[in-house]
């Protein structure tokens, strides 16, 4: 049986890592929910990766079985998230149960950091259930996360008090895209984060962020860490092809979603031009 892509993701995951934007004076960080993603990612130069699964739920926690191979084939950072389920960021005191099972088995299987939000059903910080949770992640780093599209500190009711809340909590850094649509459209209030920040906690704004418009929210922000993400549709190598059975509502299982980049250098910094490589 033909495994596709087996023995040559196993070489490509020795190739060491190209140069990241931390050495112009800045990290990206990309969020990838496969090996192969995490792989392209390194090469391509992230300098952090943010390892999920479920993207199109905007991003849950990923098996233990990725994780562990994923540490096998990277040497940069692997921070992994921590979200039971799609939807909001209200937890059942089961599915707190679960998340702190998965922080737990992430820290067994290699994680270097943790991913995860919590609010309560008014919108502020659910500051009891996240005390807890950072306490089970020490001594690894903790994000207050962003999920794609759905930022739990961008659903908060005062992000200026949220953050403070953050601070107290332990949190070491928190993903924004400015409680706005994209990062660029939320570039005055990730400023005005960071400059409430002072150097306390990694304010990270991601959210549509491209090689368009990376260098205008480094200038606009100080930010010092970013995050991205993206895939393209790669055909998948099925040779049968079924017209009467899905898998998911989408249609999709006939294309794969991974990331794909490529390091490209404009003046002055370097950045993850996420396109499909040939």
């Known amino acids: 049986m033909k495994r596709q892509g087996a023995s040559s993701e196993r070489k490509r995951a020795r190739i060491p890592s190209g140069m990241s934007g931390a050495a112009n004076g800045f990290l990206m960080?990309?969020?990838?929910?496969?090996?192969?993603?995490?792989v392209n990612a390194e090469r391509?130069?992230?300098?952090?990766?943010?390892?999920?699964?479920?993207?199109?739920?905007?991003?849950?926690?990923?098996?233990?079985?990725?994780?562990?191979?994923?540490?096998?084939?990277?040497?940069?950072?692997?921070?992994?998230?921590?979200?039971?389920?799609?939807?909001?960021?209200?937890?059942?005191?089961?599915?707190?149960?679960v998340m702190k099972a998965d922080i737990r088995l992430a820290k067994l299987y290699g994680a270097d950091g943790l991913v995860f939000g919590a609010l309560t059903e008014d919108?502020?910080?659910?500051k009891e259930l996240c005390m807890s949770l950072?306490?089970?992640?020490?001594?690894?780093?903790?994000?207050?996360?962003?999920?794609?599209?759905?930022?739990?500190?961008?659903?908060?009711?005062d992000p200026v008090a949220a953050l403070e809340t953050l601070l107290t909590l332990g949190f070491e850094r928190v993903l924004t895209s400015g409680c706005d649509s994209s990062a660029l459209e939320g570039l005055p209030l990730i400023k005005r984060l960071i400059d409430q920040a002072k150097g306390r906690i990694v304010v990270m704004p991601g959210g549509g962020i491209t090689d368009r418009n990376l260098q205008r929210i480094l200038e606009g922000s100080g930010a010092t860490e970013f995050h991205c993400s993206a895939r393209s549709?790669?055909?998948?190598?099925?040779?049968?092809?079924?017209?009467?059975?899905?898998?998911?509502?989408?249609?999709?299982?006939?294309?794969?979603?991974?990331?794909?980049?490529?390091?490209?250098?404009?003046?002055?910094?370097?950045?993850?031009?996420?396109?499909?490589?040939?």
């Open 44 to 97: 391509g130069g992230a300098g952090r990766i943010e390892l999920c699964s479920g993207l199109l739920e905007g991003g849950t926690t990923p098996s233990m079985g990725v994780l562990q191979v994923v540490k096998q084939c990277v040497q940069i950072p692997v921070f992994v998230m921590i979200r039971p389920r799609g939807g909001d960021f209200l937890y059942s005191d089961r599915e707190v149960e």
């Open 134 to 157: 950072v306490a089970i992640c020490r001594p690894l780093p903790v994000t207050f996360h962003r999920v794609l599209f759905i930022l739990a500190f961008d659903m908060v009711h």
């Open 123 to 126: 919108g502020h910080i659910d």
């Open 233 to 278: 549709a790669r055909d998948s190598g099925m040779k049968f092809r079924s017209r009467k059975r899905f898998f998911s509502s989408i249609h999709c299982e006939n294309l794969l979603k991974l990331l794909k980049v490529k390091l490209k250098s404009p003046p002055g910094f370097s950045f993850l031009n996420l396109f499909s490589q040939t």
């Open 29 to 38: 960080e990309v969020c990838v929910d496969s090996v192969e993603s995490a």
